[in-house]
C-alpha cells in the first residue's frame, strides 16, 4: 500500500468513532500492540526529546525501503507513533521525504501537534523525514 | 470579613467557561493564577485614561501615572512590609529579580567563594547560580533533599562556611508545595556573613511575607501568579544590598549623569529600573495585591488547608497513588502520579474531562532525578476553587486510570 492508501485507512479506522474516549482507547491500544523496539537502540542517540515523554526512535534500511521502529514510556504518545510507523515504515525514502501528513488533522489529533504538547508529533514527523533524507542520500 | 465562595467565584469571568464540553476546573493555579475583574477593569482604566510616560513629563497625565505607578510600589511595600519603598524593584518576574541579583553577584563573587541553593529549586533559581559562578569561579553548593520532600538542615548548617557568600532558596517549593524553614535559613545564613535570596513565586499566592520579621536581604515573586498581571513582579532588596550590587541594565531613568567618558547612576530604585517599564502592570498589580487583602490572607490560608486536606483525602483512596511532598507543612499543591502510568497519559485525558493541571517535570529536573520518575501530575488549588471540582478531578482521574489499565 502507498503512504497515501494508509492514511485513507486510518482516517476511515477514525471516523468509526463517536467521541474522543473511543479514539484515544483506539489509540492506547494502538500503542500497547506496538513491536518492542530492540534494547539496543533504546539509546541517547534515538531520543526525540519532547517537553513531557521520552520517544526512541530507529531507522534503517532494507533494500530501498526504510524501516522505522521506535518506543515511548507514555502510552498515548506511543500510540501516536504506532500511527506514524504504520503510515511510513516500509516505504521508499523518497515517497516518506514528500508524503503529505494533513491527515493527522483528519484524525483528530491536530492538538498534538501544538507546541504546547511538544510531546512531538512535531519532533516525530521531522525526525522520521529527515531519517529519509539522510537514508536517502546514502 | 466572610469568605464567601460563591461572590468570589462570580468576580472571576474565565473559571465560568466550558472546556471539551465540560465545566473548567482549573487546578494549575501554581503555574498562574486567574484574574478576577477588579483586575481585568483596572488594566482596561489604565489605558481608557491614565496612559502616559512616568517619571518624564511635566505635564497632567504624566503627573497622574506617576502618581498611580509610585502609589502601588508603597502598596507593595507595606503589603511585604518593608522598611522603605525604594527597597521595592518592579521586575517582569520572579525570573527577573533573581536573574538580577545573581548577574550582580557574579561581578562581586570571587573564585574560593561559595553559593548554595537547594535541591527543591525551579531552574530559575539554578541557572543563573550557575552563571554566576562560571563567571567569577565561584562554586554552586546544593542543600540535599529528604525522602518526605524536604530540606536537609543538618546537611545545610554544615554546607555553611565563611566561604559562603550567598543562598538561595525558595519560600515553598513549586513543584512539590513544601514549604521550606526559611526563617531558620536564613538566620543561619547570617551567621557566617552570608546574604539571603528567597523566592517567593509559590509562597505569595498562599501568604503575605514580612520581609523585614524574615530579615532576608532580598525577597522575589511574580504578580502573575497572586491575581495580577503577566510581565510584572517584584524584586525586594534591603537598602545596604541595592546600593552595593551593580546596575543590571542600562537605559534611560536608572542615569544621574551621562557623558560618553562615564555615567553616574540614579539612586535607588531608579538605578535598576531601566527603561519605560510595565506602567500598567506594575499599576493593576497594586489591585489585585488590594483584592487578596480585602479577602484576607487568613481566610485565603484556612480555606485552602480545607482544600488541601480534601484533596489529599479524596485521592488517598485511589489505587495506585503515590504522593511526592508529604511534609506536614505544605500550600495547597499536590504532587502525584499513578504506578505504572506516566503523568503525561493522565493529564491528556482528564484534560478532554475539563480538568487542568500540569504534568511534567515543573521545571525542577532534579526533583524528578531524586524520585527517578519522569514528571508528576500536579493539581494546584487556589482560593477560588471548591471541593466539587475536586470531586470533578477525582472522577476524572478513576476514568483516566480505567482507560490506562
Known sequence: MTIKEIQEEIVDEFAMFDDWMQRYEYIIELGKSLPLIEDQYKVEENLIRGCQSKVWLHAEKNDNKIVFTADSDAILTKGIIAILIRTFSDQKAVDVMNADTSFIDEIGLKEHLSPTRANGLVSMLKQIKLYAIALQAN | ?405
Not at chain 2, 182 to 202: R, T, Y
Not at chain 2, 289 to 315: H, K
Open chain 2, 1 to 405: 470579613m466572610k469568605f464567601d465562595i460563591n461572590k468570589i467565584r462570580s468576580q472571576f469571568p474565565i473559571l465560568h467557561q466550558q472546556v471539551n464540553g465540560k465545566p473548567l476546573v482549573y487546578f494549575d493555579n501554581a503555574a498562574t493564577s486567574q484574574k478576577p475583574q477588579v483586575v481585568i477593569d483596572a488594566e482596561v482604566k489604565y489605558y481608557s485614561e491614565i496612559n502616559a510616560n512616568i517619571h518624564r513629563g511635566v505635564h497632567h497625565l504624566s503627573q497622574v501615572a506617576t502618581d498611580a505607578y509610585e502609589e502601588s510600589r508603597i502598596k507593595i511595600q507595606k503589603h511585604i512590609n518593608a522598611k522603605n519603598s525604594f527597597e521595592v524593584l518592579f521586575t517582569s518576574g520572579t525570573t527577573f529579580g533573581i536573574n538580577l541579583v545573581a548577574n550582580g553577584f557574579g561581578q562581586i563573587l570571587k573564585q574560593g567563594d561559595e553559593v548554595i541553593v537547594s535541591h527543591l529549586e525551579h531552574h530559575s533559581n539554578i541557572v543563573p547560580w550557575q552563571f554566576a559562578c562560571e563567571r567569577s569561579g565561584a562554586t554552586l553548593k546544593v542543600i540535599p533533599m529528604l525522602q518526605n520532600g524536604s530540606l536537609d538542615m543538618e546537611a545545610y548548617q554544615n554546607l555553611l562556611t565563611e566561604n559562603t557568600k550567598i543562598v538561595a532558596v525558595n519560600h515553598i517549593s513549586n513543584a512539590l508545595g513544601v514549604v521550606n524553614p526559611v526563617k531558620f535559613i536564613i538566620e543561619k545564613a547570617h551567621q557566617v556573613g552570608a546574604a539571603v535570596l528567597i523566592d517567593g513565586a509559590q509562597a505569595t499566592p498562599h501568604l503575605k511575607p514580612d520581609v523585614q520579621e524574615l530579615d532576608c536581604d532580598f525577597y522575589v515573586f511574580s504578580g502573575h501568579k497572586i491575581g495580577g498581571p503577566t510581565g510584572t513582579g517584584i524584586l525586594y532588596g534591603k537598602e545596604a544590598w541595592l546600593n552595593k550590587l551593580p546596575p543590571y541594565q542600562g537605559g534611560g531613568e536608572m542615569i544621574k549623569e551621562v557623558t560618553f567618558e562615564k555615567t553616574t547612576y540614579a539612586c535607588l530604585p531608579h538605578k535598576f529600573e531601566a527603561g519605560t517599564p510595565n506602567i500598567a502592570g506594575g499599576i493593576v498589580l497594586g489591585v489585585a495585591i488590594d483584592y487578596l487583602n480585602e479577602i484576607g490572607f487568613d481566610n485565603i490560608a484556612a480555606y485552602e488547608q480545607e482544600l488541601l486536606d480534601y484533596g489529599m483525602q479524596q485521592l488517598s483512596k485511589l489505587e495506585g497513588i503515590e504522593f511526592y511532598g508529604t511534609t506536614a507543612e505544605k500550600a495547597s499543591v499536590i504532587s502525584f502520579n499513578f504506578k505504572g502510568i506516566h503523568p503525561y497519559d493522565v493529564g491528556a485525558i482528564i484534560d478532554k474531562l475539563g480538568i487542568a493541571v500540569r504534568t511534567g517535570h515543573h521545571c525542577a529536573q532534579p526533583i524528578m532525578n531524586y524520585f527517578d520518575i519522569p514528571g508528576t501530575i500536579r493539581a494546584s488549588f487556589a482560593f477560588y476553587n471548591t471541593k466539587e471540582e475536586i470531586d470533578a478531578m477525582i472522577e476524572a482521574l478513576k476514568k483516566a486510570q480505567m482507560m490506562l489499565q
